[in-house]
């Protein structure tokens, strides 16, 4: 069975400081997909990226970074200089690589405060 | 506005009383992926359909069921309502069969009451 462990549930900061989410995760399968995903208090959830399970590669998208570890199995997400609208509920997921079934952590919900 | 169109945004019905859910995926989706948000048990992947085809299946109860339409556009019934149905029912699409870059809805809100 998969599995996700975001064990943040809340974390408070002031806007300009660098945060870290993290991710853990479960599976039995040798190929699959991560993924984070953003809830803003509008509602809708929004992509923001996957990773495949054999690219172990970090990736930075501007002020967004991710630090796949295949070996802690651990797909953490940092925030640089946050921004007061990175408020919002931010979850991670993980796929079985051939359908869609997928399941997602209990979601951490990131404040960033002026 | 993520292309993918939920309707209704809301819905109020009674216990025991059977509601329909419609999704039209962003255009060229063949993906369509159903979703339920409560506060206790968080975000639940339903049932996957990929161009007519069911592809996967999640915790989704016996009294619900979906399908996908000829033209992609996707329901979800959901019948003999409980109290715990409460909840947001996400529909996401995507080009691919796998689990990708997914476009979610903004969501029916459905209370049982």
């Known amino acids: 069975a998969q599995k996700v462990t975001q064990a943040q549930t809340e974390i408070s900061v002031v806007e300009k400081e660098d945060v870290t989410l993290d991710c853990v995760y479960e599976t039995r399968d040798t190929t699959y997909y991560l993924f984070w995903y953003k809830q803003p208090p509008s509602g809708e959830l929004v992509f923001l990226i996957r990773r495949n399970s054999f690219d172990e590669q970090n990736e930075i998208s501007g002020r967004y970074s991710w630090n796949f570890q295949k070996s802690t199995s651990s797909f953490n997400f940092t925030i640089t200089a946050s921004q007061v609208v990175d408020s919002a509920v931010y979850f991670c997921?993980?796929?079985?690589?051939?359908?869609?079934?997928?399941?997602f952590g209990d979601g951490t919900t990131l404040t960033v405060k002026p | 506005d993520s292309g993918v169109t939920q309707t209704p945004k809301h819905l109020i019905t009674a216990t025991g009383q059977r509601v329909t859910l419609r999704c039209s995926p962003r255009s060229g989706d063949l993906s369509v992926y159903w979703y339920q948000q409560s506060l206790d048990q968080g975000l639940q992947f339903l049932i996957h359909y990929y161009n007519g085809e069911e592809r996967a299946k999640g915790n989704i109860l016996e009294r619900f069921s979906a399908q996908q339409f000829p033209d992609l556009h996707s329901e979800l019934n959901l019948s003999s309502l409980e109290l715990g149905d409460s909840a947001l029912y996400f529909c996401?699409?995507?080009?691919?069969?796998?689990?990708?870059?997914?476009?979610f809805g903004q969501g029916t809100r459905l209370t049982v009451v």
């Open positions: 996401a699409s995507s080009v691919e069969e796998s689990w990708g870059e997914a476009f």
């Open positions: 997921a993980l796929s079985e690589a051939r359908a869609g079934k997928s399941t």
